[in-house]
């Protein structure tokens, strides 16, 4: 019987860069975030800010690459979950990180002409470095496109047992309150990067990283496997 082996181990490393990648895309970023000069600053840390962008670049192809690794051992356990898994995590919340990275990179472009023009046209390009950064930080939407795909991914590892379920309701129950921040902040009710709003993502974030462990370490449950075999060849019959 084939374990998929090696798609537990590739999706696990897959999840961590992601994870990783996030994270370091935020420290990074935060120091333009957190300015009132928001073109000089992102002017004086313009490698930062690329690095940045390709940060989170490398997220959105990791967790796309995650889903579409897992979709040959997802469907066959539920097929429509899998697929609605892949358009979620692999296409939409994917289009949203370019979308992100693409916006920083014109601001860096912004900045540069304001360093060019100089102090007396810089207040003008405030304005609309301003828009840029909001226009290309979705990150309430995205993280609601993200919730939604993890409901259709847990729940297909609740039902199927791939992994124990201990994991899936953990992933479950982390949902309410990460996707309850994400709908604070898309309605200006919560500071995306403030420690409430992130003391709302950790427990998804813990079981994230537990998970990927597990795909590493353990890999899938061989009898969930054959269960989910003999599902497919009965629909074939």
Not at 71 to 79: A, D, G, M
Not at 99 to 115: E, K, M, P, Y
Request: a neutral charge; aromatic letters at 10%.
């Amino acid at each position: 019987m084939n374990t998929y082996r090696s798609n537990a181990i590739i999706a696990g490393i897959l999840y961590i860069i992601g994870t990783v990648s996030g994270i370091l895309s935020l420290v990074l970023s935060a120091p333009v975030r957190d300015t009132q000069d928001l073109l000089t600053s992102v002017a004086a840390n313009a490698d930062q800010m690329r690095v940045a962008a390709l940060f989170v670049l490398l997220m959105g192809l990791s967790l796309a690459m995650f889903s579409v690794v897992l979709y040959p051992i997802l469907r066959k356990q539920s097929e429509v979950l899998a697929l609605g898994y892949v358009v979620f995590r692999g296409a939409l919340e994917t289009v949203t990180y370019f979308v992100t990275a693409i916006g920083w990179l014109l601001l860096l472009a912004l900045s540069q002409l304001v360093v060019q023009a100089g102090a007396p046209a810089a207040s003008s390009f405030q304005a609309s470095g301003a828009l840029l950064l909001k226009a290309g930080d979705l990150t309430s939407l995205t993280g609601i496109v993200f919730c939604l795909g993890a409901l259709m991914f847990y729940a297909v590892l609740y039902q199927s047992r791939l992994v124990p379920r201990w994991i899936s309701v953990w992933g479950l129950a982390a949902l309410v309150p990460y996707l309850a921040a994400e709908f604070l902040a898309l309605f200006a009710l919560l500071d995306p990067l403030s420690s409430t709003a992130v003391l709302m993502h950790i427990p998804l974030a813990v079981q994230e990283m537990v998970l990927a462990v597990w795909f590493i370490v353990k890999g899938f449950s061989p009898s969930a496997l054959a269960a989910g075999a003999a599902k497919t060849d009965s629909k074939g019959l």
